[in-house]
């Protein structure tokens, strides 16, 4: 990371969504400039496409003298990223469905490399770089521990379950660029996609189940205010919400953790419920399975830690090492044999963690070729 912290690069960056566009510049890993904001006019593909290159051409007007070497940004799927071309049923960029070369048309404009990733695969992939990997590893070198983490899992909460991995620090975008979770089967209704049961929706939906209001109207932000008892209302109905949502998230993310073994970081808006979302996450991922024969095993077979907890880190960090003499002689080594991962929520935030993401990225890619 103190590679790209001192960076002298500048990458124009997007935050797209179906409402409005922000654009911008990150140089050094951080904001540089202001930031423009545009309509999306998502409906219209003429008139989205001129906004697109009004803010990057006005960005690239405010920063005279310096030039971007490319633009990065995330783009809702599905999309064929690699090739920067979007297409299929884009609920918020309905206009995108019949296919848009968008990178190639950016390209063409600006005349610099364009990188288009999947939000949840650059949300990990800043997060491995600048948040919760260097920060999990930092706090166990000053703990004293020799355990350090390579694989991070980065989930985002609303309004769908993003997913990204990054394995041995190089994000995994997959041969398909079609690395999700979001559509593995909900664990109470298994003809139902799992996301039903995490996004946004389902905290509206579970939380007028239980207080007996499905038209209640409200959001999230407001069900945590009751929840949190800032607000009038069914008290218990809105944390029961947020902890069967967390309940259901963790079948899925038990089920990425044991294919990938490495760290869990969840960032989204939704997360400022952390104290009602995790207990369920966790709860799950601590559960138990059986074998036909009745043997009992966890559902995750490494020891799961709640990595936002001080105890629970403090534990975390020890492991269970001791020494280990080596056969047939009087050296000793360490030896650790407990596996372990653990799960936090985000510090740097989602927003942060996608555009450091599209910028490193954008910037690893130019290097590669350089080579």
């Excluded at 003429?46 to 803010?55: F, I, K, S």
């Excluded at 206009?95 to 999947?118: C, E, H, M, T, Y």
């Excluded at 009751?226 to 902890?243: V, Y």
């Amino acid at each position: 990371m103190s590679d790209i912290r001192n960076d002298s690069r500048i990458v124009l960056t997007l935050d797209a969504g179906g409402t409005n566009m922000v654009f911008g510049a990150m140089k050094g890993g951080e904001y540089y400039g202001e930031t423009i904001t545009l309509p999306s006019n998502s409906n219209n593909l003429d008139l989205c496409l001129q906004a697109m290159v009004l803010g990057f051409g006005t960005i690239i007007e405010r920063l005279g003298k310096e030039q971007p070497v490319a633009i990065s940004f995330a783009f809702p799927g599905p999309a064929d990223y690699p090739n920067g071309i979007i297409g299929g049923f884009l609920p918020n960029f309905p206009s995108f469905r019949d296919g848009v070369a968008l990178g190639p048309f950016l390209k063409q404009k600006f005349g610099v490399p364009v990188f288009i990733n999947n939000d949840g695969d650059l949300y990990a992939y800043g997060e491995a770089l600048g948040g919760a990997l260097p920060e999990i590893n930092k706090r166990l070198e000053d703990a004293g521990s020799a355990k350090r983490y390579h694989n991070l899992i980065g989930y985002t909460f609303g309004t769908g379950f993003g997913i990204g991995t990054v394995i041995d620090g190089r994000l995994n975008r997959g041969d398909n660029s079609c690395v999700e979770t979001f559509c593995l089967k909900h664990p109470d209704m298994p003809d139902i996609i799992v996301e039903d049961g995490v996004a946004i929706r389902a905290v509206k939906r579970v939380f007028g189940e239980l207080c007996g209001n499905p038209n209640h109207g409200l959001e999230p932000k407001e069900i945590g205010a009751i929840a949190k008892g800032n607000a009038p209302g069914d008290q218990a109905a809105a944390i029961k919400a947020f902890d069967k949502m967390g309940e259901v998230a963790g079948d899925a993310i038990a089920t990425a953790v044991t294919l990938i073994d490495g760290l869990v970081v969840i960032g989204g808006g939704i997360m400022n419920n952390h104290e009602f979302l995790m207990p369920g996450i966790l709860r799950t991922m601590r559960s138990k399975m059986h074998q036909l024969t009745g043997e009992e095993l966890n559902r995750v077979q490494m020891k799961v830690y709640n990595l936002d907890d001080p105890a629970e880190f403090v534990d975390f960090a020890r492991g269970e090492a001791r020494r280990l003499k080596v056969y047939g002689s009087n050296e000793e080594v360490v030896y650790d044999p407990q596996k372990r991962i653990g799960v936090m929520r985000s510090k740097i935030g989602a927003s942060k963690a996608i555009s450091l993401g599209a910028y490193a990225f954008a910037l690893s890619e130019l290097d590669k070729k350089e080579a």
